[in-house]
C-alpha cells in the first residue's frame, strides 16, 4: 500500500478521447510531481507542482494538460494522445523540495 | 543535476549482504545523495539519503566515500523481496529553492537468487 493513491490503475482510450488521471495524498505535502516511465526506462519527470502551482514544465506536449485544484490533489488531463505515449504515469508528493519523494504505484495508460 | 554511473545489474544471494555502488564524480558539495528502488510493478520508493557521513535506516546503510565522488547502498541481509532496480541520484539542495523533481538514470538491476 502506498500513501499516494492514483486512479485509474489502468486506462485504455483512443487518439480522440479525453480523458483525466488523478492522484491524492493526505500527508500535507505541498510538492506534487508527475512523471512518465515508459516500459524498460527509468521514470522521466514531466511536471512539479510547489504549492499548488506549476514550477516546472519539462518541455511537455500540450495534449498533457496538468491541474493542481487542491494541496492534496493533482490531475493530469489527457487529449489527441499519440501511440507513442503509451506508458506508466507516476505521481509522486514531497513534504518540500529537499525531503524524500513518496510514489503512487502509476497508471498504465495505453493508447489504440 | 550531477550524473551518476551505476552498474546495469548485479546478482546476489538470498540472507547475504549486497553492496550496490554508485560513482558520483562530479558531485558538488550541496548534492545530496539520495537512493531509491523499484519493484516491480510498483512505483520508485525512497531507500535513504545522505550528504557527506555514513546514514542508517530501518531499510539500509548507505556509505559514502571521503572525497564524496562514489557512495554504496549496504543492504545488510537480502531477502528475495529486495529484488529491484536500485537508482542513485544526486539532488541539489541549494539551486535557489523551491520544488524539483528527480532525474532517474538507469539504475541497477539486483536478482536476488534463493
Known amino acids: 500500500d502506498t500513501e499516494v493513491t492514483q486512479t485509474p490503475k489502468h486506462l485504455v482510450m483512443g487518439m480522440t478521447n479525453k480523458k483525466s488521471l488523478k492522484c491524492e495524498q493526505h500527508m500535507g505535502h505541498r510538492a506534487m510531481y508527475w512523471y512518465k516511465q515508459k516500459a524498460k526506462k527509468p521514470p522521466e519527470l514531466m511536471f512539479v507542482y510547489s504549492y499548488e502551482k506549476l514550477s516546472i514544465n519539462e518541455s511537455v506536449p500540450s495534449r498533457f494538460s496538468p491541474e493542481c485544484p487542491n494541496s492534496s490533489l493533482l490531475n493530469l488531463h489527457l487529449h489527441a494522445l499519440q501511440p507513442e505515449d503509451s506508458a506508466l504515469y507516476l505521481c509522486a508528493s514531497s513534504l518540500d523540495r529537499t525531503q524524500p519523494q513518496h510514489f503512487g504505484d502509476g497508471t498504465r495508460l495505453s493508447i489504440l | 543535476d550531477a550524473k551518476t554511473t551505476q552498474p546495469n545489474s548485479m546478482e546476489s544471494n538470498e540472507e547475504e549482504p549486497v553492496h550496490l555502488p554508485c560513482n558520483h564524480s562530479t558531485i558538488s558539495g550541496t548534492d545530496y545523495i539520495h537512493w531509491y528502488r523499484q519493484l516491480p510493478s510498483q512505483g520508485p520508493e525512497y531507500v535513504i539519503h545522505?550528504?557527506?557521513s555514513n546514514v542508517n535506516n530501518r531499510m539500509a546503510s548507505l556509505a559514502i566515500a571521503e572525497d564524496r565522488k562514489s557512495s554504496t547502498l549496504i543492504l545488510h541481509r537480502a531477502t528475495l523481496r529486495d529484488a529491484a532496480v536500485y537508482y542513485c541520484i544526486l539532488r541539489d539542495w541549494d539551486s535557489g529553492g523551491g520544488a524539483d523533481g528527480l532525474t532517474f538514470g538507469k539504475g541497477t538491476h539486483l536478482i536476488i537468487q534463493p
Open positions: 545522505g550528504l557527506t
